[in-house]
């Protein structure tokens, strides 16, 4: 790998990874009734629950960060990190995105 694509790869699993973890830890949160109020809300909180759908989704992500460089796994991680919602899922979906760019740089 090169320097830069190397980078933005590792960038790219890093923000997953820290997105996947606030995901993890803000549902589980919420389902033991210590929810926060955030200012991205999920787009599928309201059919589902939050709690356990952003758990999963969170789950995902940290399996999935560590393959953020390969394609299908950036478009996944851009799809959890739009339905995951908050800050979590914001960092996966950059995280995705720059996994994205890092595959076709």
């Not at 190397?6 to 589980?28: H, N, Q």
């Not at 399996?63 to 390969?70: T, V, Y």
């Not at 478009?75 to 995105?97: D, H, K, S, T």
Request: charged share 5%.
């Amino acid at each position: 790998m090169k320097g830069g694509k190397g980078t933005l790869a590792r960038l790219a699993y890093i923000l997953a990874i820290v997105g996947g973890i606030l995901l993890i830890v803000l549902s589980l949160l919420s389902l033991v009734g210590y929810a926060f109020s955030i200012p991205f809300q999920s787009p599928v909180a309201g059919v589902f629950g939050a709690g356990i759908i952003g758990l999963i989704l969170g789950i995902i992500a940290v399996i999935g960060s560590k393959k953020a460089g390969e394609l299908i796994w950036a478009i996944v991680l851009i799809i959890v990190g739009f339905l995951g919602g908050g800050i979590g899922g914001l960092l996966v979906l950059i995280g995705g995105i720059l996994g994205l760019l890092s595959r076709f740089i």
